[in-house]
């Protein structure tokens, strides 16, 4: 079995990743989290770095879809401009929401990926269910209380996580 809190990738952010870097591995839908993933927790739209992202993902005929733990309210107002599919108060790392996901997205479990800023929530969520996982690191350190708390518990992690970069173990 996978480790439960190591990722396949870890990058510095989600910019980094290409449609052609996702197909060389066979990846063919992503699960996006939103909040310090595509942009900073604060902000409300897209940008236009996060709206070139997506799009870049649908011309290159990969799936995409939302899955946030957020409120209905911050996710639809994201994703509608978008044109990209999404559920909201998602429960992640619990299974539910990203079944509904792959499902949605009409692709075997093995050519999906979760990326996500959170070991805990998208990294966990996607390991549980056998999908690839792409860890990105947080966009800001302007965060929610219990998101700060859960970042100390990360921490040891993490330093494996990048000790395991270095050795060339994950990507
Ligand atoms: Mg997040």
């Known amino acids: 079995m996978k480790k439960l809190f190591t990722p396949d990738m870890y990058l510095d952010s989600v910019f980094d990743i290409t449609p052609v870097m996702l197909k060389n591995k066979g990846i063919y839908g992503l699960i996006l989290d939103i909040d310090n993933t595509l942009v900073a927790t604060y902000i409300k739209k897209a940008d236009e770095r996060a709206a070139d992202f997506i799009k ?37 790392p619990l299974g539910g ?22 070991l805990f929530t998208d990294v966990l969520g996607g390991n549980l269910l056998g999908i690839h996982s792409i860890l990105v690191k947080p966009m800001d350190p302007d965060e929610p209380l219990f998101i700060k708390i859960k970042r100390i518990f990360e921490k040891p992690f993490l330093k494996k996580i990048e000790y395991d970069v270095k050795k060339n173990r994950i990507k």
């Open 56 to 92: 870049s993902l649908k011309e290159n005929g990969l799936k995409a879809v939302i899955v946030s733990n957020g409120k209905k309210k911050r996710v639809e107002l994201f994703c509608k401009p978008l044109g990209i599919e999404y559920i909201y108060k998602a429960h992640k």
């Open 97 to 118: 929401a990203l079944k509904k996901a792959i499902e949605m997205m009409g692709l075997p479990y093995d050519k999906v990926a979760i990326l996500g800023d959170q």
